[in-house]
């Protein structure tokens, strides 16, 4: 079945930066588009940045950009989202998602993506 496995959370300092990994098993990689997405506490889950299929188009919402790149290696199955200038509003759970599709395009919205990772932790004290 498939699953997506989170890690590279953790807590640093405002100011620093953190790299997330998210490896994915039981798909064909390259044929899912691929999204980060954080929730914090006491608010609904929110887009974060996608890529699409080749990884040769990505979005990021405003709040991230110029500070956060989302990557992807199809080889290694794995998908990656750099935080860096790390502020107190990025506190949250990450979760990464994946979608089937033929189309090469990204998606923001949450509703699109079928599977889901458990999420990892990011905290960013001042």
């Known amino acids: 079945q498939v699953q997506l496995v989170e890690s590279g959370g953790g807590v640093v300092q405002a100011g620093g930066s953190l790299r997330l990994s998210c490896a994915a098993s039981?798909?064909?990689?390259?044929?899912?588009?691929m999204g980060w997405f954080r929730q914090a506490p006491g608010k609904g889950r929110e887009f974060v940045a996608a890529?699409?299929?080749?990884?040769?188009?990505?979005s990021n919402a405003d709040s991230v950009k110029g500070r956060f790149t989302i990557s992807r290696d199809n080889a290694k199955t794995t998908l990656y989202l750099q935080m860096n200038s790390l502020n107190s509003e990025d506190t949250a759970a990450y979760y990464c998602?994946?979608?089937?599709?033929?189309?090469?395009?990204?998606?923001?919205?949450?509703?699109?993506?079928?599977?889901w990772g458990q999420g990892t932790q990011v905290t960013v004290s001042s």
């Open positions: 998602a994946a979608d089937r599709t033929y189309f090469d395009s990204y998606s923001e919205s949450a509703a699109t993506y079928e599977y």
């Open positions: 890529i699409n299929r080749s990884g040769n188009r990505q």
């Open positions: 039981g798909l064909t990689f390259s044929n899912y588009r």
